[in-house]
């Protein structure tokens, strides 16, 4: 057994320095989209572990010569797809803070600082975009880091269940017909909570849209009562501040009303447009937010803050920690007992939880709010750069209104065409693009992200699109 | 808005990788156990975030300043609390290269190198445990990395309830009372899972122990048998090797000979004890294991990987698939629906992952099988040493069986003095403990798991706990 002492792990983590710093030097230089078959890379593993320990260098070797082949470089200035994870230099070296110090967070007592400084952090957020002050650590309310906006929709819903109940579903088990409500843009994870939860998918109601795909109120509030008169129980709405097909706004002023006058949980999922809101010019995107019990966006999407790190906020933590909290003797403590703690434990699915505030807090402290006003602003600049190539074209149309760094547009000629495009390009290896679905014809997504990105690889990608 | 260039990225690299060796090489002079008050580090921090960026040297120098006295520290050679959660030099350089190379792993095609790494490097882990075949990747089972063992039990049960259910709970919600098995020394995250599964926790039956503190198969069978003539449908067994409380060992074989016969699904957790199989002399602690559908161990605990990793394995992998599976249009493409890939967000809770398995892979590649057999048969001599130790005192006595790096020890003189043995070794700030209950007796527990940790620490932990 070769434990690294500290000076070896200081000449392999500098070697580990360079190679990151030279990847991200050379990420222009690979196809976006890996093109390896599958089967490829497995093929090219030893089928048993060594025996013995190899040097760090023939690691470092396989890095290149194995796994860079086999990735999609989410963070090339080229990828346009999904949306973006963008990482950063600061939030590089906070994950690496992080793995450094090795401590568990799962109570305040097995690290103070992981504990407090997530919720000073996640105060600061609520500061920096606006949020209404009852879901801020000061208050009843509070936020927390979770994986992903998939784990904060589930665990809203746990919470939103229980409320249904009058605390009871934890105990007995789902007995009522509990209902859930998302638009039919909605995300997938909206789907996979209502059956992880017990709810059953059969319980989620799909809300029309409007012609900017955002849920239609009167649509909801008609489903609400027509399950009301059918003896169910309306229990939680997802709305979305940008779906994940069209960056579409559901309205949450209107949503919230209907939410208080039926008595159900509002969570609102804005887990990438939400740091759209650090710029106050586009607050008003989280118009009505002050009536939501719950609300979440991911900075590990669009303020380079690298995977994973979902902002969840509760407008009243006590009933969260009600619904998750299970306290076994062997994690007793005096502060946990003296109630004046939080633990975090009791926010999420998971007991253990590493250090992923520091991060963010080496993110917001490195660009400053400016900075990362200055972030958003160039994207949704350069979606209005792309979206008027397309208006200007007569082959192509724009598919949805575009307020984030996301443009929906299609060719003119239909579904075939459309798929032949996006084959084409993504198998150029220069840019990488996705799809989705609108008003049942495919249409192409291309989704601005990357801090590297700039006028020319938007335009070198509107070229490559348009000029099949 | 200022992005770090890859040469300044490069110098503020060096930098933290100089912090983190420094922080390992001072890890023996803070207190293990920190000791500020609530809300002391929060008050060192300015209540609104910066508006300009600020220098890398400030942040590190607030590292020193406010976070250190905030942290407990999970790597020091004193630290025996709970179970650890070990880290290594190549553990962090793995998880910095992730964050470097910054993929979401969701899909195969959304970065293969991630998906083929994962599934060949828990092959790996399989062998060098003595896995079962029937884990193994090439036959219908397979591996997958969660967060933790709470997330991996969840995901077991709800793969049970789809199967107790022939597939109907995901569509309709829980309309039969289903019932999970644990024993009476069960992790929580089992009753966690049943109230997020939707069972309710009035659904868990927790089974009595034997004298080991194992489950008693006879009591198990009885129990079923008494539900099932009530009506209800026995769904899930979660049987665990190395138990929080005091790593007892559940006897695999019997309790799976009767999960075949009454048609339940077992879920094997051996989250701490699992890494000790990589030893054959310990190979004995999963005998039976072949009769179970899922079985999980954390590397993060006892494997010198950071956390989050939590080894998952079932023997059915489609039906798992089937279980969490959700494909919207905006994650359609061709790999996936040619059916020869693996999607692992199919495998889990949340849609996006990071690139877990490289740490994972640089671990092995640096210890080899033998450095990690090494590192385990040492806790285990330094157990057996503390044990000795605690043998040969007449006012101390052990509390429970010690086959891993656990001590679970009392002060014959009952639970005040054992309450005020913790509270003074624990304030001393030289070790951190923690305690259990067993047999309504308050007990230590002495958790061996750092790498640093030597006969010395074990020798200078024993002379202040017992020379009060």
Redesign the interface.
Known sequence: ????T?????Q???R??????????RLEEFPV??S?Q?????AQ?PP???????P?E??LSD?DE??????????SPNFF??FP?????????G???S??????GML???????T??E??VLD??A??TGLPDRFRSDGDGGGVIQ??A??AT?VAM?AARERSTDGR??????TS??VAYTSTQG???V??AV?????????LRLVPVDETYAMRPDALEARIRADRERGEVPSIVVATVGT??STAIDPLGPIADICHRYGLWLHVDAAYAGTAAVCPEMRWILDGLEGADSYCFNP?KWMLT???CDAFYVADRAHLIET?S????????Q?TE?G??IDYRDWQ??????FRA?KL??V?????????R??VR?HIGLADRFADHVDAHPEFELAAPHPFGLVCFRHVDGDEMNRRILERVNASGRLYL????LDDRVTL?LAIGS??TTEHHVDRAWELISGG
Chains 1, 2 share one sequence.
């Open positions: 057994m070769d434990h690294m500290p000076d070896e792990f200081r392999a983590g500098y580990m320095i360079d190679w990151v710093a030279s990847y991200l030097e989209l890996s390896v599958p089967g490829e890379i497995r593993l048993s572990p060594p025996l013995e320990g190899e760090f023939a690691v890095l194995i796994v860079l082949p086999g990735i999609t470089h989410w963070q797809a999904f994870a963008n990482a950063s230099g600061p939030a590089i070296l994950e690496l803070a793995a450094g110090l090795g401590v568990q305040w007592a097995t690290s103070p600082a992981a407090e400084l919720t000073h600061w957020l500061e920096m994986d992903s998939s784990s589930l746990l579903a934890n105990r007995t088990g789902i017909r509990l995300h997938s994870s789907e996979k059956r992880i939860a017990g709810l059953g998918s059969d319980q994940t097909s590990h690298n995977f994973d998750l299970i306290l076994p003797e062997y994690l007793r403590n502060a003296s004046t703690v699915i998971p007991l253990g939880r590493r520091l807090w080496f917001i402290r490195h660009y400053g709010v400016e900075g990362i200055a972030h160039r996705t799809h989705t679905v997504r801090p590297a």
